[in-house]
Each structure stands twice: as structure tokens, then as C-alpha cells.
T-cell receptor
Framework: QQPVQSPQAVILREGEDAVINCSSS?????VHWYRQKHGEAPVFLMI?????EQKGHEKISASFNEKKQQSSLYLTASQLSYSGTYFC???????????????FGKGTKLSVKP | DVKVTQSSRYLVKRTGEKVFLECVQD?????MFWYRQDPGLGLRLIYF???????EKGDIPEGYSVSREKKERFSLILESASTNQTSMYLC????????????FGQGTRLTVV
């Protein structure tokens, strides 16, 4: 049920770019992206909806391929503050009878070094 | 700002005890979630509620039950705690059924001894 994220971990230098991928075996209505810093709660970054609508972070972009049931998060010119674990969450259509459910992947740990 | 409050940050319970984890939100959100977070396993959904008294099982409901008698409160119940339920438990809420962003509580670190 969990979407699959890749890579599991990535180490970057400040200013470098990274891409985090998320794929699902179920039809997707939406894809969410969250970042969690050590010892803190996950924080919302972005949501991508079926049909192309996006809502979220100004400096982080993402794509959503509905046909392939995949999403990618693009982190450009990374900063030290980007460090943390990134989770994608998928909302399925009529999952268990409602549309509000949210299933997360295992996460991608991103470390940005000076 | 949305506030999602979990009753305890840290909890230590004995094997076999009945454990209640409480989550309260102040933004009138319809959806409430309980997740369990373990290293390497990400956030795994235990139960989801989309309205008062309405609930759906998530991916790992075994050993857990939930209660939602009021819109603002969602309780996770461990009927008979076991050591393999030692984990970080996160509550989250979101608005309605339109797949809006989820807001998380600070988590409860439960240790079962």
C-alpha cells in the first residue's frame, strides 16, 4: 500500500540539486510532499492534484505523472535548511470509500553539507 | 494556525496495559489520522477517520482501535500493549475530502516494557 520512494538517502553539497521520486501501484488522486527535521513533526511542502493543480512551497517544485502514477520532487540550489527526511503521501480515489485518506512512503533522508 | 495537540510527548507503559493516546485539534477538520513512525519504515497509517464515529482501517490496524465521539478528538487505543508497539505515534488532521494538506501533532513516544 505504501508508495515507493527513491533514493532512500542522498548527500549533497550546498548549491547542488536533487530529485526525489515517488511511485504508487494504486491510482492516485493526489500526491503530497512533507519534510521532517529530526525531532520535529512533518511539515507540509506541496500537494499536486489530478488535473494539474499544485499548491505549496515557492522554492521547491514537483511533478505528477498521473498515467504512470509517479511524482518527483525537485530541490534546486540546495541550502543547509533543506536537510531532513522527505515523505511523499498519496491520496487514492475512493480508498475505503472516502477520498481523504493519506498513505506515506518510507521517506528519503536528505543531508546537505557546507 | 492549526493546532494539533497530542496528550503526551513521552509515555512508558507495561506489557498488557490498556493505553489511550489522545489527539485534539482546534480547526474543525473532518479528517483525522493516526500514524506510527519507526526507523526505516516511514509513516504507516493505523486508522483514519473522516467524520464523527466514522473510521477506516489503515495498513497496520492490528492491535489497535480508535474512537471519535467528537469532531475535535481522535483517540488511539492499545487494548493490551505489547513491546512491539513501542514506537513514535503521530496524529494528523486535514480539511474535508479534498485532499488538502495534513497538519501533524508533535508525536507521542510510547515505550512498552
Amino acid at each position: 500500500q505504501q508508495p515507493v520512494q527513491s533514493p532512500q538517502a542522498v548527500i549533497l553539497r550546498e548549491g547542488e540539486d536533487a530529485v526525489i521520486n515517488c511511485s504508487s501501484s494504486k491510482a492516485l488522486y493526489s500526491v503530497h510532499w512533507y519534510r521532517q527535521k529530526h525531532g520535529e513533526a512533518p511539515v507540509f511542502l506541496m500537494i499536486l492534484l489530478k488535473g494539474g493543480e499544485q499548491k505549496g512551497h515557492e522554492k521547491i517544485s514537483a511533478s505528477f505523472n498521473e498515467k504512470k502514477q509517479q511524482s518527483s520532487l525537485y530541490l534546486t540550489a540546495s541550502q543547509l535548511s533543506y536537510s531532513g527526511t522527505y515523505f511523499c503521501g498519496t491520496g487514492g480515489v475512493n480508498y475505503g470509500g472516502s477520498q481523504g485518506n493519506l498513505i506515506f512512503g518510507k521517506g528519503t533522508k536528505l543531508s546537505v553539507k557546507p | 494556525d492549526v493546532k494539533v495537540t497530542q496528550s503526551s510527548r513521552y509515555l512508558v507503559k507495561r506489557t498488557g496495559e490498556k493505553v489511550f493516546l489522545e489527539c485534539v485539534q482546534d480547526m474543525d477538520h473532518e479528517n483525522m489520522f493516526w500514524y506510527r513512525q519507526d526507523p526505516g519504515l516511514g509513516l504507516r497509517l493505523i486508522y483514519f477517520s473522516y467524520d464523527v464515529k466514522m473510521k477506516e482501517k489503515g495498513d497496520i490496524p492490528e492491535g489497535y482501535s480508535v474512537s471519535r465521539e467528537k469532531k475535535e478528538r481522535f483517540s488511539l487505543i492499545l487494548e493490551s500493549a505489547s513491546t512491539n508497539q513501542t514506537s513514535m505515534y503521530l496524529c494528523a488532521t486535514s480539511l474535508g475530502q479534498k485532499n488538502t494538506e495534513a497538519f501533524f501533532g508533535q508525536g507521542t513516544r510510547l515505550t512498552v516494557v
